[in-house]
């Protein structure tokens, strides 16, 4: 990792986690042209200070906030990375998350904001639309806001309010502490509160992964490639990087995630029409729609929230060369005898005893795996027509005893003809 010097203005490098404590930047690119970049600050100082670009007040102002609060390196994304090495970018993308964790303090630095009243701040602050500043705003320990003129008007825990107002992240992602730190815990064996958590890792593993992509599900990047990218530490997962794979890295960032969690809330996007209808559909590229194709399909809105708490780790997804396969709650449906119903481990956050549930039709049956390809049903705000699949307890379609195992099998699900995942209503007896 290399670190930038806030007195001498020089470049250091530091190999594997010996490292000197260092503040962190968080800001929006400017055009790249204006930024301080390596070579600018490899020149030298004076010619660095005399290079006139826009973007050298903001590094000198940051390395100025730094060395007043008494750290002597700042890692600023712009003039820290060899954008030039192939092998350097891809490792410090893998690593940056883990830089934002480790940083002593991380200065988001909110550059259209000229106020310093907080209630001003709104999601049409460009530092909140952007994909790489979700991670820079939930990985540091502490992170403090700046306005245009580097004033500064609180920090994330004050803020959280706000925060969460206008990213749609629960505040607790913001002012989640250590048992040690807790004062609710009275002794060794208590639990603490619910913001206590052993680490960060954990307290994002809180979040099922479709809460996760919620959360990026209206940011943007400027490389089709990024909107993966920028998620690897929410995550937990690697990736080579591939630059010219466009939103394929998104399916290979989905494939990693199966690898690592059960959590199955990972197949409860909603595709859209205007999805549907994108050249990539027409062309065919189905396994695209076994998984979501952007974490704009993850938007909230779309889909029945789910709940977080005690979600219920399903099984591994198995990624295979026809599809994926799982093993899921299977159920008849009795309003439309030529679906089936897939219930999934998750619960709505309205109705802890609902479910969201795929719909399949069924292609072929062994003992042990039945096959079905997934049904897409046009959401109802779209065509008032459309199936919705109301399942509850009621219709005796999807009953205790279908839970305790019966009815419990492996599914394949098969590159699906018309693509599609829809939620219904799925209410069952636990
Ligand atoms: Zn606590």
Redesign the pocket.
């Known amino acids: 990792m290399r670190l930038l010097h806030t007195e001498k203005l020089e470049l250091t490098s530091f190999l594997g986690e010996e490292r000197p404590k260092y503040a962190i930047l968080s800001h929006t690119w400017g055009d790249p042209e204006d930024e301080i970049l390596l070579g600018d600050v490899q020149s030298g100082r004076s010619r660095l200070l005399a290079c006139g670009k826009p973007g050298l007040p903001k590094l000198l102002k940051a390395a100025e906030v730094a060395r007043d609060s008494g750290l002597e390196y700042i890692w600023i994304d712009t003039c820290c990375i060899d954008k030039s090495s192939s092998a350097e970018l891809s490792e410090a993308i893998n690593s940056m998350f883990a830089w934002y964790a480790s940083s002593t303090v991380c200065y988001a630095y909110i550059s259209d904001f000229e106020s310093t009243d907080p209630d001003l701040l709104s999601n049409s602050n460009r530092w909140f639309t952007r994909g790489w500043t979700l991670q820079e705003l939930i990985a540091p320990p502490v992170v403090e806001f700046y306005n245009k003129d580097w004033v500064s008007f609180g920090n994330r825990e004050s803020l959280r309010s706000e925060l969460s107002s206008i990213t749609g992240i629960e505040a607790l992602v913001f002012v989640w ?1 250590l ?1 040690s ?5 009275l002794s060794e064996e208590e639990s ?5 958590h052993v680490d960060l890792a954990e307290m994002l593993d809180s979040f099922s992964v479709a809460t996760r992509m919620s959360w990026a599900a209206r940011r943007r990047t400027t490389r089709p490639e990024d909107a993966a990218h920028s998620l690897l530490g929410l995550f937990h997962v690697n990736m080579p990087l591939l630059y010219g794979e466009g939103q394929n890295a998104f399916q290979r960032l989905q494939h990693e995630i199966i690898r690592k969690s059960t959590d199955q809330s990972i197949l409860t996007f909603t595709v859209k029409r205007d999805h549907l209808m994108s050249a990539r559909f027409r062309l065919g590229n189905p396994l695209h729609f076994l998984f979501a194709g952007s974490p704009s399909w993850f938007e909230p809105g779309l889909q029945p929230p789910l709940t977080d708490k005690n979600f219920r780790p399903g099984t591994p997804i198995l990624l295979l060369s026809s599809g994926i396969q799982l093993e899921v709650h299977i159920a008849p449906c009795t309003s439309h005898p030529h679906f089936s119903i897939a219930v999934l481990s998750c619960s709505s956050k309205a109705d802890a005893l609902s479910s969201p549930a795929l719909i399949l039709w069924e292609v072929s049956r062994s003992t042990t795996i039945r096959s079905f390809k997934r049904m897409w049903i046009v959401p109802r705000e779209e065509c008032p027509e459309a199936l919705v699949f109301h399942v509850n307890a009621g219709t005796g379609i999807v009953r205790g005893q279908s839970l305790s195992g019966e009815w419990k099998m492996q599914v394949k699900l098969l590159l699906p003809p018309h693509p599609g995942l829809w939620l219904v209503d799925c209410k069952h007896v636990r």
Request: hydrophobic content about 25%; some cysteine.
């Open positions: 502490h048992p730190q807790c004062s609710l815990a603490g509160c619910d913001l206590c």
